[in-house]
C-alpha cells in the first residue's frame, strides 16, 4: 500500500526521518506554528542528538511564544546544562514557572519544580529559602492531583516551616490526599499519624487500613509487567 514505510528497511527509515525533520521545520518557522516548534526541539533532540540545535528552539518558543512545553524543557536544559546551556537554576525556575503559570501538558511538574526551587532557595535571586512561596506552588500542583507536590506540602505542615507553622491537621489532609493519588510515602506517614495519635484522634482502624495501602502500592510497583500478548 503507497505511504506506507517498510521500517526493516533503514533507507526507507532514514528517508521517512529526514522527510519528518523538513515537516517540523516547515511548520515552525514558515507556519510560525508554535507546536511545529516543539515538535521540531523533539525531532531535534530525540532522532538527532543535536541538543544545541533543540535548545535554540526551545529557547525561541519558549521566550518568543511562551510554550508551556518548551519552557519546561527548556527549564530541565537548564538545569543540567544541556544543550550548551549553562547549569543556571534561577533560569530554569523562571522556565518552570512561565509553564507553570500557561499550563498545558507539563504545568503541574513545572509548579512543582518551580516549588523545589525556591523551597531551597536555588531559585531565588538572593539564594534564600522561601518555604512560603513553595507552598503556594505545591498546592497549585496538588489541586491538579500531582502526588509529589501534596506530600511535600504534608512534609511542610508535618514539620514545619520558617512563616508556616507545624499543622498536624493540614499534614494529616495532605498525606491523605497524597496517599489517594498513590504516593507510598504519605500512606505511609498518614497510617503512623492515625497510629500514634500524633496531633490528632488515634485510629487504630485508620492506621492499619493506610499500612495495608502502603504495601499494595509497594507491591503493585514491584510486580514487572506481563508481556501483552496478541488479542489481549
Given at each position: 500500500?503507497?505511504?506506507?514505510?517498510?521500517?526493516?528497511?533503514?533507507?526507507e527509515?532514514?528517508?521517512?526521518?529526514?522527510?519528518?525533520g523538513?515537516?517540523?521545520?516547515?511548520q515552525?518557522?514558515?507556519?510560525?506554528?508554535?507546536?511545529?516548534?516543539?515538535?521540531?526541539?523533539?525531532?531535534?533532540?530525540?532522532?538527532?542528538?543535536?541538543?544545541?540545535?533543540?535548545?535554540?528552539?526551545?529557547?525561541?518558543?519558549?521566550?518568543?511564544?511562551?510554550?508551556?512545553?518548551?519552557?519546561?524543557?527548556?527549564?530541565?536544559?537548564?538545569?543540567t546544562?544541556?544543550?550548551?546551556?549553562?547549569?543556571d537554576?534561577?533560569?530554569?525556575?523562571?522556565?518552570?514557572?512561565k509553564?507553570?503559570?500557561?499550563?498545558?501538558?507539563?504545568?503541574?511538574?513545572?509548579?512543582?519544580?518551580?516549588?523545589?526551587?525556591?523551597?531551597?532557595?536555588?531559585?531565588?535571586d538572593?539564594?534564600?529559602?522561601?518555604a512560603?512561596?513553595?507552598r503556594?506552588?505545591?498546592?497549585?500542583?496538588?489541586?491538579?492531583?500531582?502526588?509529589?507536590?501534596c506530600?511535600?506540602?504534608?512534609?511542610?505542615?508535618?514539620q514545619?516551616?520558617?512563616?508556616?507553622?507545624?499543622?498536624?491537621?493540614?499534614?494529616?489532609?495532605?498525606?491523605?490526599?497524597?496517599?489517594?493519588l498513590?504516593?507510598?510515602?504519605?500512606?505511609?506517614?498518614?497510617?503512623?499519624?492515625?497510629?500514634?495519635?500524633?496531633?490528632?484522634?488515634k485510629?487504630?482502624?485508620?492506621?492499619?487500613?493506610?499500612?495495608n495501602?502502603a504495601?499494595?502500592?509497594?507491591?503493585?510497583?514491584?510486580?514487572?509487567?506481563r508481556?501483552?500478548?496478541?488479542?489481549?
Amino acid at each position: 500500500m503507497a505511504g506506507l514505510i517498510n521500517f526493516e528497511n533503514e533507507e526507507e527509515v532514514k528517508a521517512y526521518l529526514e522527510n519528518i525533520g523538513v515537516e517540523y521545520s516547515f511548520q515552525c518557522y514558515k507556519e510560525k506554528d508554535p507546536d511545529g516548534c516543539h515538535r521540531l526541539a523533539d525531532y531535534l533532540s530525540g532522532i538527532k542528538k543535536n541538543f544545541e540545535g533543540a535548545a535554540k528552539v526551545l529557547k525561541e518558543n519558549c521566550e518568543k511564544n511562551l510554550h508551556s512545553e518548551s519552557c519546561y524543557k527548556l527549564g530541565a536544559y537548564y538545569v543540567t546544562g544541556k544543550g550548551g546551556l549553562p547549569t543556571d537554576l534561577k533560569t530554569a525556575c523562571s522556565c518552570f514557572l512561565k509553564s507553570c503559570e500557561k499550563g498545558g501538558k507539563k504545568s503541574l511538574d513545572a509548579c512543582h519544580n518551580v516549588a523545589l526551587l525556591v523551597h531551597d532557595g536555588a531559585g531565588n535571586d538572593d539564594e534564600k529559602p522561601n518555604a512560603v512561596l513553595a507552598r503556594d506552588y505545591y498546592v497549585k500542583a496538588c489541586e491538579g492531583g500531582f502526588a509529589p507536590s501534596c506530600f511535600n506540602l504534608s512534609t511542610i505542615y508535618l514539620q514545619g516551616n520558617p512563616g508556616i507553622p507545624k499543622n498536624m491537621s493540614e499534614a494529616l489532609k495532605y498525606s491523605l490526599k497524597a496517599c489517594d493519588l498513590g504516593h507510598i510515602w504519605a500512606c505511609a506517614n498518614a497510617s503512623r499519624m492515625y497510629k500514634l495519635g500524633d496531633g490528632i484522634e488515634k485510629n487504630d482502624a485508620k492506621a492499619e487500613a493506610l499500612k495495608n495501602r502502603a504495601k499494595t502500592l509497594h507491591e503493585e510497583q514491584h510486580v514487572p509487567s506481563r508481556p501483552l500478548k496478541f488479542g489481549e
